[in-house]
Structure formats: C-alpha cells, structure tokens
C-alpha cells in the first residue's frame, strides 16, 4: 500500500512550457485534491475532484488545468508555465463522500521551478 | 467563507517544556478542525481531528488539542517537547456545509525545540 504518490519529484521548466504532474493513489479514496504551497501562505487548493470524470475549481485555479479519468488518478496539467507557478505541488486524497469528513492523506510533494 | 489563522510564524521551546501552537478559525456553521505536521521535504502528515463530542482531542506523536468554541480556538499542544518534534504545523478547517471535503490551511507554525 503506497498510499499517494507524485511524479515527478523535481522539475525545472522555462517559461512558456508545459508540463503534468502525476497523482496516484492507491487507497480507493473518492475525493482528490492538488495544493499549492508557497512560504508564509501555507497550502492553497488549486483544484479538486469528487469522483472519477469529475473536476471543480479550487482557490487559486487560474493557469492550471486538471483530469481526473480513472479513479486512482488526478492529473495536473500547466499549459504556460510561468514564474509565479514556481511552488511546492501537493496531491492529497479522501473518502468519505457524506457524513464526517475523513482525513486527508497527503503525496510528498513536487518541487517546481520555472525560470 | 471559511478561514484560519496561526498567529505565530515561529515557536522556540527547550526540550522537555510543554508545546503550544495556536490556531483560531472562522466559520459560517460548525467546524472540522485538523492538525498537520510537515517534516523538511515531506508531504503533510496528520497529527488530529475534532469533529464532535470531547473538545480534548488526543493524537499521534503525544500531541492533544483543545477545541474552544466560545474563542474559536484549536491549539495544539504537547507537555514535553521532544528534539523530533521540530517541524511545521499546520492548523485547517473544514465548514460542515461546504462541499468537496475542502479544506482551509493556516500559514504554518515552524517549531523549533532546542536540546
């Protein structure tokens, strides 16, 4: 059992490229999430998806784009990368689509640069 | 809209004193609160959760929680920090009427604990 895991780890890109990062999970979880992290603004949600063909838009959505076409798998696609998207990219994943809300299991992480 | 606050960018505690990390929040209803804590380039681990009932909620690592509704607080503490406690803390909200299972992050807390 793995849990969430991200590809890749590190990515340096030029401005103007694109590029998707990679989530899987492996815990049957309904919900998927991807955050950014930027110092003293602690983790922001980009976008989320609440099942399998689903998507919806998050804080901070603008220049990002998501997919979600197998359960296990939430995509996070950057079309035109630039400066401003240089962050640390989390996935994270849930289950519970009623009742009390279940933790969220966090990925290790994506550290992006873009110069 | 939902939203919290960790006042303190920094906590500086000796080994073996007691560990407090603050949070307040705000929400529309009535909230879930969870604890993270985030090691040097690791993803986010969950620490606790209250959802209901007991306001001293007990988790991992030692850590407890005071939920206080008439200040809208969640602090996180520990009686006896220890030298592997040194991490960032992340303190977030859920409002029980949004959708999404969305979560909202506090800033962080970094705790350092010095021997």
């Known amino acids: 059992n793995a849990g969430v895991t991200q590809t890749p780890k590190f990515r340096v890109l030029k401005t103007g490229q694109s590029m998707t990062l990679l989530c899987a999970q492996d815990?049957?979880?309904?919900?998927m999430y991807w955050y950014r992290q930027d110092p003293g603004m602690g983790l922001r949600l980009i976008h989320y998806?609440?099942?399998?063909?689903?998507?919806a838009k998050g804080e901070v959505p603008d220049g990002y784009n998501v997919s979600r076409l197998k359960k296990q798998n939430f995509l996070l696609g950057l079309e035109s990368a630039a400066p401003s998207q240089t962050s640390v990219y989390f996935c994270a994943s849930s289950y519970s689509p009623s009742g009390p809300p279940d933790t969220q299991y966090f990925g290790p992480g994506t550290r992006l640069t873009v110069l | 809209a939902q939203s919290v606050a960790q006042p303190e960018d920094q906590v500086n505690v000796a080994e073996g004193n007691p560990l407090t990390v603050k949070c307040t929040y705000s929400v529309s209803g009535n909230p879930y609160l969870f604890w993270y804590v985030q090691y040097p380039n690791r993803g986010l681990q969950f620490l606790l959760k209250y959802i209901t009932g007991d306001n001293l909620v007990k988790g991992s690592y030692g850590f407890e929680a005071e939920f206080n509704k008439s200040q809208t607080s969640f602090h996180l503490k520990k009686p006896s920090a220890l030298v592997s406690d040194s991490a960032l803390y992340f303190c977030?909200?859920?409002?029980?009427?949004?959708?999404?299972?969305?979560?909202?992050f506090g800033g962080g807390t970094r705790v350092l604990v010095k021997p």
């Open positions: 977030a909200v859920r409002d029980i009427q949004a959708a999404g299972n969305k979560l909202t």
């Open positions: 998806s609440v099942g399998e063909g689903t998507t």
């Open positions: 815990m049957n979880h309904e919900y």
